[in-house]
């Protein structure tokens, strides 16, 4: 089998595969923004980082030992090298030190600008078509969101971490954009797990004070690293590839706005958080603009 014949074509339409990787995809990056608050508590954040893909890194290596997948080229290295540094690095980083001083809800209003970011760059860059309903389904989601972060009491400023939260929300439009192409000749699994890998790399540097600061952490803390190595990436990566190798990149990231829905529904079920009616509001909005952007006659 040639590396071109491993991958399907991008589906328009939702089969079982597609949908069960969007749907873990978004219980899994739901649970990691609570499990990144739990994990401040004990690190720094870009330590936070290093330990979080030093251990979702390794079994990603492992993987790419065992199978022995095609040695991608000099063009293709350069956009897993993208994924590495701007998804996995840049990205981790920025969002752990902007949750430092922004709210959960706000947080998520803000890193939800990354499909309409990366909606526009498809246009450009994939030549993908993304119509006046799926605008009108993406502005009513982005407003939903606005609501859940306002639901919260604390409003929404531009500070800093505002600043660093927007900045991670383009670098993961910028990486799945760059990358969509891969998974014409690589298979989405081998194209996370090289995200993961030169991810851990770029982090490596903060590995040794993370290590030290595990020593001192707290069980509670301990855990959310352990979890967020685990779930929110070594296996969430995985379906978020599959999901894109088999959707356009401007549809697959309009799903995203499902996350901080889950998150709040997430939070009512593990934590007793209730939800304002403010926030109930604005989470039902979401959701029916990612149904208005995915509904086919």
């Given at each position: 089998?040639?590396?071109?014949?491993?991958?399907?074509?991008?589906?328009?339409?939702?089969?079982?595969?597609?949908?069960?990787?969007?749907?873990?995809?978004?219980?899994?990056?739901?649970?990691?923004?609570?499990?990144?608050?739990?994990?401040?508590?004990?690190?720094?954040?870009?330590?936070?980082?290093?330990?979080?893909?030093?251990?979702?890194?390794?079994?990603?290596a492992?993987?790419?030992?065992?199978?022995?997948?095609?040695?991608?080229?000099?063009?293709?290295?350069?956009?897993?090298?993208?994924?590495?540094?701007?998804?996995?690095?840049?990205?981790?980083?920025?969002?752990?030190?902007?949750?430092?001083?922004?709210?959960?809800?706000?947080?998520?209003?803000?890193?939800?600008?990354?499909?309409?970011?990366?909606?526009?760059?498809?246009?450009?860059?994939?030549?993908?078509?993304?119509?006046?309903?799926?605008?009108?389904?993406?502005?009513?989601?982005?407003?939903?969101?606005?609501l859940?972060?306002?639901?919260?009491?604390?409003?929404?400023?531009?500070?800093?971490?505002?600043?660093?939260?927007?900045?991670?929300?383009?670098?993961?439009?910028?990486?799945?954009v760059?990358?969509?192409?891969?998974?014409?000749?690589?298979?989405?699994?081998t194209?996370?797990?090289?995200?993961?890998?030169?991810?851990?790399?770029v982090?490596?540097?903060?590995?040794?004070?993370g290590?030290?600061?595990?020593?001192?952490?707290?069980?509670?803390?301990?855990?959310?690293?352990?979890?967020?190595?685990?779930?929110?990436?070594?296996?969430?990566?995985?379906?978020?590839?599959?999901?894109?190798?088999?959707?356009?990149?401007?549809?697959?990231?309009?799903f995203?706005?499902?996350?901080?829905?889950?998150?709040?529904?997430?939070?009512?079920?593990?934590?007793s958080?209730v939800?304002?009616?403010?926030?109930?509001?604005?989470?039902?909005?979401?959701?029916?603009?990612?149904?208005?952007?995915?509904?086919?006659?």
């Amino acid at each position: 089998m040639t590396t071109a014949a491993v991958c399907e074509p991008t589906r328009r339409s939702l089969d079982g595969v597609t949908a069960s990787a969007v749907i873990v995809t978004i219980l899994a990056w739901a649970s990691a923004f609570p499990a990144i608050r739990a994990g401040l508590q004990a690190f720094g954040p870009v330590e936070l980082g290093a330990l979080r893909f030093a251990i979702a890194g390794l079994p990603a290596a492992i993987f790419l030992v065992v199978t022995r997948p095609a040695w991608p080229t000099l063009s293709d290295f350069l956009r897993l090298a993208t994924g590495g540094v701007l998804f996995v690095g840049l990205y981790t980083a920025l969002l752990n030190m902007g949750e430092m001083t922004v709210s959960a809800g706000a947080a998520s209003f803000i890193i939800n600008v990354n499909p309409i970011i990366t909606a526009g760059l498809a246009m450009m860059v994939l030549g993908e078509r993304f119509g006046l309903r799926a605008w009108a389904g993406t502005a009513l989601s982005f407003l939903g969101i606005g609501l859940i972060a306002l639901g919260e009491g604390q409003g929404l400023r531009l500070d800093t971490g505002a600043l660093l939260i927007l900045g991670a929300a383009f670098c993961t439009s910028i990486s799945t954009v760059v990358q969509k192409p891969l998974f014409s000749r690589h298979r989405p699994l081998t194209v996370s797990a090289w995200n993961m890998v030169l991810g851990a790399l770029v982090l490596a540097p903060w590995l040794p004070q993370g290590v030290t600061e595990w020593s001192q952490a707290s069980p509670t803390g301990t855990f959310a690293v352990v979890y967020l190595g685990l779930v929110p990436s070594l296996i969430a990566y995985g379906t978020w590839a599959i999901a894109l190798s088999r959707l356009p990149a401007s549809r697959a990231s309009n799903f995203m706005y499902c996350v901080p829905p889950v998150a709040t529904l997430l939070g009512f079920l593990w934590l007793s958080e209730v939800p304002t009616a403010l926030g109930a509001v604005g989470g039902a909005m979401a959701l029916l603009g990612v149904a208005v952007v995915n509904w086919r006659r």
